[in-house]
């Protein structure tokens, strides 16, 4: 019997062919499959669900540093092996985690920014190689520029606020 994502894949795949769509909106396809009685939640799935608002609450909860001017994220994730099992423990950036979770939170944060660059750059490749006569994207590595970006236009919208204020 195929798992849920592959059974998910699958359906995804008909519902393309169904509708004749190149892309879509996952919502759409929810609807279509609910209606076609081909997906439907699961008993686990309200707690997935509940974890899911949980945790994407404690990763947008963010604070200002007055001193360097920035936004950061309040709450941080480290994931932890206990007894063989994997677990995400969450912990407050000012007043939590022990300095070796803090290391480890940053360590797996940074690998995890490296593999979705990765698989960035390799799909870009993929589409290169399937269209070769389009112009041909391109996918930099280099992230020092749009760091100074994003710093600059979070202290621009900053200063906006107070303009308004």
Not at 56 to 63: E, T
Request: with cysteine; aromatic share 10%; proline share 3%.
């Amino acid at each position: 019997m195929a798992d849920y994502n592959e059974q998910v894949n699958r359906h995804w795949d008909e519902w393309t062919a169904e509708t004749g769509q190149d892309s879509g909106d996952p919502d759409d396809f929810i609807d279509w499959a609910m209606s076609k009685g081909k997906l439907a939640m699961r008993p686990q799935d309200v707690r997935r669900v509940m974890r899911k608002q949980v945790t994407q609450a404690l990763r947008q909860a963010k604070r200002f540093d007055e001193e360097g001017g920035f936004t950061y994220r309040a709450k941080q994730s480290v994931t932890l092996f206990e007894n063989g099992v994997e677990t995400k423990h969450y912990f407050d950036t000012d007043t939590g985690g022990t300095p070796t979770k803090r290391q480890r939170s940053v360590r797996q944060r940074r690998e995890a920014i490296a593999h979705d660059v990765y698989r960035a750059h390799c799909d870009v490749e993929r589409m290169n190689k399937n269209f070769p006569d389009d112009p041909q994207l391109r996918f930099h590595l280099e992230f020092q520029d749009d760091v100074a970006e994003l710093r600059a236009a979070e202290q621009a919208d900053r200063d906006k606020g107070k303009d308004v204020a």
